[in-house]
């Protein structure tokens, strides 16, 4: 039961906009306060929003890895943007457990950083030449070659709790805004393990 919960939240985390909606909203910051079910986040730009937990609220953490960790086989979600010279380069990584091979698989509009993209693919190939560099396999054969600088976070995910978090807590929250406007959640990803969520 606590593989399928975990397995229900990493697939949550990594398709948070498997078909993007309008009104998804991806609050990146840090834990104000958790009163029962409201959460509180102090956003990177300096503004707080409180999101309302939902019934059966679930929560993961992360893990730092490495780019030795990556090899082929694997799956990952990589947020990157085109680089000046052609091709792409990774601003983060996140590596999946085997169990949940496939989820999010794809390629779609992130807003990590202008003009990002978000890609979930199964690494095809690895080469090492100034860092390393993946191609990314995913769809009906789309292949996507992205370069992994050796300053990019790489992450894989973790155990959390929710007393976990405690003010101060770097997280990484996909919720939706309802028509009047209150931001709701089932999930939330923390930095319990020293490491940011890079999402």
């Given at each position: 039961?606590?593989?399928?919960?975990?397995?229900?939240?990493?697939?949550?985390?990594?398709?948070?906009?498997?078909?993007?909606?309008?009104?998804?909203?991806r609050v990146r910051?840090?834990?104000?306060?958790l009163a029962g079910t409201a959460l509180t986040v102090k956003a990177r730009d300096g503004k707080t929003d409180t999101v309302t937990l939902s019934?059966?609220?679930?929560?993961?953490g992360?893990?730092?890895?490495?780019?030795?960790?990556i090899k082929q086989g694997d799956f990952l979600g990589i947020a990157s943007v085109s680089k000046a010279d052609g091709g792409s380069g990774a601003l983060e990584v996140v590596i999946f457990p085997a169990a949940l091979k496939g989820t999010g698989e794809g390629d779609r509009a992130w807003d990590l950083q202008?003009?990002?993209?978000?890609?979930?693919?199964?690494?095809?190939?690895?080469?090492?030449?100034?860092g390393r560099t993946v191609t990314l396999t995913y769809g009906n054969g789309q292949k996507k070659q992205i370069a992994i600088p050796q300053s990019t976070?790489?992450?894989?995910?973790?155990?959390?709790?929710?007393?976990?978090?405690?003010?101060?807590?770097?997280?990484?929250?996909?919720?939706e805004r309802g028509s009047n406007g209150?931001?709701?959640?089932?999930?939330?990803?923390?930095?319990?393990?020293g490491i940011a969520p890079p999402m």
């Open positions: 039961m606590k593989l399928k919960l975990f397995a229900i939240v990493l697939a949550s985390v990594s398709s948070l906009a498997g078909a993007a909606h309008a009104d998804t909203v910051g840090t834990v104000v306060d019934p059966g609220w679930m929560i993961s992360v893990a730092k890895a490495s780019a030795a960790d202008p003009n990002s993209r978000m890609t979930n693919g199964t690494v095809a190939d690895v080469t090492q030449v100034s976070p790489i992450v894989k995910f973790a155990t959390a709790k929710p007393a976990d978090l405690k003010p101060g807590m770097a997280v990484f929250v996909s919720a209150k931001l709701v959640s089932r999930r939330v990803v923390v930095g319990n393990h």
